[in-house]
């Protein structure tokens, strides 16, 4: 199977379609390599696109203990997965745990990044929010062991912001539900564990956040209430930023509204690549912006 | 030329283009029925399309005192020309001062509405920010009449949330200010007054927005300030509602990007006649982040 191996011996899975520029899909918490499903075969007429599972996530390894997991791991994963495959610059696009590994990317390897793609990006970020995320994280861990992810895809798969997925496409539900039964305890636990519940919260990097400079597309679903205001957020503080929400959406964009979601994507990228993003024209900032970035 | 007859006897003029559903474009401030030219060529194909001026700005009438300008006056100029077409419902769309009475529309004659999209909707809407705005309003209405349209089209064009049309789309862009500037100096002035400066706040209609029913399309600019808290504020208010943010985009959506707002008013207006606009999934406001496993 084809794999990288990252610099602490962790063999990360993958999967290489298309040809052209690169783009380097990273997933969220409850998905895997699998959840790229519907943009990989829309991006890969004209782009490199891979896909890969985190560590954590079969095929790639499963390390043992929660030590092996973190922010700084999952950001340089990404890394390794690119210099593993000859890449020098991609287009990086992740979804909430895999947008938190984006932006993290974009913030240390700035030269590697034609673009970012921050999608659903933003639970337990948010500093009212931090404590029961923490919270929710640690209890989420042990129930994965103790009762298994099948039993855990039950629950959690229908979160708050995982209904609408449910209700808009019941069959990619159950491919979504299925994928989450079939992950390993341990690498989900140690996720939780190790990376999710450790993360910095983004408003403790807005210094180090506003000095972003590649082109960057924030997104996230109207319903997901965890994400909307550390987008809007992200939006306020990077002027290469934009944002985009889509409507009647939860947290799950890409699979919710593929068509929707590629489609933005894709102008996006276009954009960058014929040179035509723009950051934020200061005219367009009020005198309010400070005061609202906070809120 | 066609006209509809307010309530007062104002005369609304309007115009009507293809048939099919009827959707009925209500303007903003800066703007008149022209600037919905490219949602026009676009839904008449498929809509019976109606664009009509409102009060103050030619060539409808403009009523010489601002006592006849309000917010009840501009939804009720929409039902004025609706009766007068002999319309029993129609989809509203509204942007910015046309979002607010597409809003009230919604709220007050919902049997009339198939659905309401309220674009770009929320100057003056937040209350910290309340007295800052009617002072402008004031302000910027002595000025369309002491210094004229065109040179008040020079300044209001060049806001914080329209230099996004000037970069993107610049004959667009000269379009929009070469129409404001054209406008009555007085009817200007008169809705600055009667409509902006004394409309209600969004967040003292709370109560009434929560017990919408029809189905409502929220769309505003990242970057349109003024407008994007209110924005989410209807979301999470009305029952009914759905929220879509547009990238790298100030307050004229449908001019800055034509394209993808005709695309969005498509999908929700097919939605909606297919039945399958559905209300907030109740399930989807748990305040549990990871999902409900903690209360287990």
């Not at chain 1, 969220?28 to 990989?40: K, L």
């Not at chain 1, 659903?120 to 062991?145: T, V, W, Y």
């Not at chain 1, 994400?227 to 409507?247: D, G, H, N, T």
């Not at chain 2, 009766?83 to 597409?102: C, E």
Request: with cysteine; glycine share 8%.
């Amino acid at each position: 199977m084809p794999h990288v191996t990252t610099p602490d011996g962790v063999k990360l899975y993958y999967e290489e379609t298309g040809s052209g520029t690169p783009i380097v899909f990273v997933h969220e918490f409850a998905g895997d390599y699998r959840s790229w499903e519907a943009q990989v075969r829309y991006f890969s007429t004209r782009y490199r696109c891979i896909a890969y599972s985190a560590r954590g996530y079969l095929p790639s390894d499963v390390p043992p203990t929660d030590a092996s997991y973190s922010q700084e791991y999952a950001r340089d994963d990404v890394l390794a997965i690119m210099d593993g495959l000859g890449i020098k610059k991609a287009h990086v696009v992740g979804l909430s745990m895999g947008g938190f590994a984006t932006l993290h990317f974009g913030l240390k390897y700035p030269e590697r990044a034609l673009s970012l793609s921050v999608c659903g990006c933003g639970s337990g970020a948010h500093p009212d929010r931090r404590e029961a995320f923490i919270k929710d994280s640690q209890h989420n861990a042990d129930f994965m062991l103790k009762e298994g992810m099948k039993r855990f895809s039950e629950t959690y798969g229908l979160s708050a912001t995982r209904v609408q997925l449910q209700n808009k496409n019941p069959r990619g539900f159950a491919d979504f539900q299925r994928y989450l039964g079939e992950h390993d305890a341990t690498g989900s636990a140690n996720t939780m564990r190790g990376y999710q519940s450790r993360r910095p919260g983004l408003y403790d990097l807005m210094d180090q956040l506003k000095t972003i400079q590649v082109p960057m597309l924030v997104a996230t679903g109207d319903e997901d209430e965890a994400c909307i205001e550390p987008s809007v957020m992200l939006k306020r503080l990077i002027p290469s930023a934009s944002l985009v929400v889509f409507p009647a959406s939860g947290h799950l964009i890409n699979l919710e509204q593929p068509d929707l979601f590629n489609a933005t994507i894709d102008r996006f990228i276009d954009l960058v690549e014929s040179g035509r993003w723009q950051p934020r024209d200061p005219r367009s900032k009020s005198a309010m912006l400070e005061r609202d970035l906070r809120r | 030329m066609p006209h509809a007859i307010a309530a007062d006897g104002v005369k609304i003029y309007f115009e009507e283009t293809g048939s099919g559903i009827p959707v009925i474009f209500v303007h903003e401030f800066a703007a008149d029925l022209r600037s919905y030219e490219t949602q026009v060529r676009h839904l008449s194909r498929q809509y019976r399309c109606i664009t009509f001026n409102a009060r103050g700005y030619p060539p409808s009438d403009v009523p010489p005192s601002f006592e006849s300008y309000s917010q009840e006056r501009a939804r009720d100029d929409i039902l004025a020309v609706l009766d007068h077409l002999k319309i029993d419902d129609a989809h509203v769309v509204g942007i910015s001062m046309g979002g607010f009475a597409a809003l009230h529309f919604g709220m007050q004659y919902p049997k009339r509405a198939l659905s309401i999209s309220v674009c770009g909707c929320g100057y003056g809407a937040q209350a910290d920010k309340r007295a800052q705005f009617q002072a402008e309003v004031k302000a910027t209405a002595q000025s369309m009449l002491d210094q004229g349209m065109k040179a008040v089209a020079e300044t209001y064009a060049i806001s914080s949330t329209r230099v996004q049309l000037q970069n993107k789309d610049p004959r667009g862009y000269l379009e929009m200010k070469a129409q404001l500037a054209e406008h009555s100096d007085l009817g200007s002035a008169n809705t600055m007054l009667g409509v902006q400066a004394r409309r209600p706040s969004l967040y003292e209609l709370t109560d009434r927005m929560a017990k919408i029913t029809v189905p409502t399309l929220v769309a505003v600019g990242d970057e349109d300030e003024p407008c994007l808290d209110p924005a989410l504020l209807l979301k999470r208010t009305i029952p009914t509602a759905q929220l879509v943010v547009f990238p790298g985009t100030g307050h004229a959506l449908n001019l800055e990007e034509p394209d993808m707002f005709n695309a969005m008013l498509d999908r929700f207006f097919h939605l909606v006649e297919s039945g399958r606009w559905q209300p907030r999934d109740p399930r989807s406001k748990a305040t549990s982040i990871l999902g409900d496993n903690s209360k287990k």
